[in-house]
């Protein structure tokens, strides 16, 4: 089992930016992808982005396509995730989480790992 642990989130104004951190401990060689996931009051827990530890093979949903960025330090086991051009609309609780697989499938049930989860918000 790897563990994950979410760090960077907070209170921004629109137009402003994030980084989350995702810290990776335990039996990390397992865990092939690693994703970020979003889950905003009342809404299911919606796929962000994703990368792949060999490779650095990335992956964004439709909405934060050319805001957001995922990046890897292998070194650190580490995952981020830069968000630039932040709108009220991206306020939600941000989940680490990673699989052991490679799959076309970025729905939370495809990931078997999670963090605690991190808040952003966005003001207007």
């Known amino acids: 089992q790897v563990q994950l642990v979410e760090s960077g989130g907070g209170l921004v104004q629109a137009g402003g930016s994030l980084r989350l951190s995702c810290a990776a401990s335990g039996r990390t060689f397992n865990s092939l992808e690693m994703g970020w996931f979003r889950q905003a009051p009342g809404k299911e827990r919606d796929f962000v982005a994703a990368?792949?530890?060999?490779?650095?093979?990335?992956y964004y949903s439709d909405s934060v396509k050319g805001r957001f960025t995922i990046s890897r330090d292998n070194a650190k086991n580490t995952v981020y995730l830069q968000m630039n051009s932040l709108k009220p609309e991206d306020t939600a609780v941000y989940y680490c989480?990673?699989?052991?697989?490679?799959?076309?499938?970025?729905?939370?049930?495809?990931?078997?790992?999670w963090g605690q989860g991190t808040q952003v918000t966005v003001s207007s």
């Open positions: 990368i792949r530890w060999s490779g650095g093979t990335t």
């Open positions: 989480a990673a699989r052991t697989y490679l799959g076309a499938s970025y729905l939370p049930k495809d990931f078997h790992s």
